[in-house]
């Protein structure tokens, strides 16, 4: 199935600069499709109520339910750990019809040129900037539940843009608004005045697309708890979206996780039960790839496991080796959620100033280590996976 994701991955870009980003909705239903259509793979959709039991026909499984666990599957999961689960708030962005966004203002452009012009960019001045920011901070929040309430915790990774907005009048100027690395003023022109070129916008708003067709554009860094009839009200003041049309509006959910530095090790498999494993955001790690990669990870050693052969653990130089390193080691009384990140990934042996130079060494590292951990476990990369080492 990895080859199958990557190729879908591939089949279903959209364009994003320098990053991978993909049209989730054909993406998730395609990927769907080619998983029913398995030869090895029965597909069911029925609710799964509780861990299978030690000795039943399921013995060997992989827990990978979603952020919105039921109640009943919560439950088991606290008897089995003998724990409670853990939680936080997570928060998606709003999405706009591009028709609707007023392309004489926005311009396309990717920070510092990095692939194709692939992002909106709606620019601000200093005034503008900050009669947003007051608005923001006054806006009206959703009501979370009174014990939700109390107890409340963001992942500081994907904060509402309304919490970053509290934390002070430049955090978002040094955030996802930050107005840098994006004007070329021979190339995109002045935002002030005719040829006045040096001016540059106090901040910036970006739109990334979000659909193949260029319909759909998602408001990059605007996760947010606001209710809906404040987020169309505060969002249009935002250059370029006075008249914006939105197809959905941001909103928040709780992520239920569990606690992996006691519960998982590096295999990720459940340390008093090593026939159940665990794989997806249920872990603590964060984002679809890091998903993607646990399940594989997980899924493939519930399969040598049924095969009588010894679990994987991938090489900590490797961003899912490093991530999965991570959660199954860290100290577990301030345990949380953790996206692929360099930090995570250890030293290289000598420093490389440039950063675009140090992560093409991290990567280099990762491959050969990847390439020689698949010879020692007489394992065969696949194809697109290989091909990618030297794109």
């Known amino acids: 199935m990895g080859s199958i994701v990557i190729a879908k991955a591939d089949e279903h870009a959209v364009p994003a600069g320098g990053a991978l980003a993909v049209d989730r909705g054909v993406f998730g239903q395609d990927l769907t499709q080619a998983l029913a259509k398995h030869p090895l793979v029965e597909l ?51 999405i706009v019809v591009g028709e609707s966004i007023d392309q004489n203002i926005a311009f396309m452009a990717s920070r510092y040129d990095r692939g194709e012009a692939a992002y909106l960019n709606c620019p601000m001045d200093k005034a503008q900037y900050l009669a947003f920011y007051a608005e923001l901070c006054a806006a009206e929040q959703a009501e979370l539940k009174d014990f939700e309430r109390e107890t409340a915790k963001f992942f500081e990774a994907c904060l509402p843009i309304e919490e970053m907005a509290r934390r002070g009048e430049d955090t978002m100027r040094y955030g996802p608004l930050k107005p840098v690395g994006l004007f070329d003023t021979d190339k995109y022109g002045a935002f002030d005045a005719p040829g006045n070129k040096g001016y540059k916008p106090y901040a910036v708003v970006q739109l990334r697309q979000e659909d193949k067709a260029g319909q759909l554009w998602n408001m990059v ?9 404040e987020q169309k009200r505060v969002f249009r003041m935002i250059p370029g979206l006075e008249n914006a049309e939105f197809v959905r509006m941001g909103v928040m959910h709780r992520n239920t996780f569990i606690n992996s530095p006691e519960l998982l090790n590096a295999a990720l498999q459940f340390k008093q039960r090593p026939t159940l494993l665990a794989a997806g955001q249920l872990v603590g790690t964060e984002g679809y790839t890091a998903a993607i990669a646990g399940g594989w990870l997980a899924g493939t050693n519930a399969a040598r496991i049924a095969l009588g052969k010894a679990p994987l ?10 991530l999965v390193g991570f959660i199954s080691s860290a100290e577990p009384k301030h345990f949380q959620p953790m996206p692929p990140n360099f930090g995570i990934i250890p030293p290289l042996a000598e420093r490389v100033r440039n950063k675009r130079e140090r992560y093409g060494v991290y990567r280099d590292r990762a491959f050969a280590d990847l390439h020689a951990w698949a010879n020692e476990n007489q394992l065969s990369l696949v194809q697109p996976i290989a091909n990618r080492a030297v794109s």
């Open 313 to 322: 653990t991938l090489p900590e130089t490797t961003m899912i080796g490093a």
């Open 44 to 94: 069911r959709r029925e609710e799964v109520l509780r861990i299978p039991a030690e000795g039943s026909a399921k013995t060997i499984a992989v827990l990978t339910t979603g952020p919105l666990t039921s109640e009943s599957l919560s439950e088991d999961l606290e008897r089995f750990a003998g724990q409670a689960y853990m939680s936080f708030f997570d928060a998606a962005s709003p």
């Open 221 to 229: 860094g605007f996760q947010t708890n606001l209710r809906w009839g």
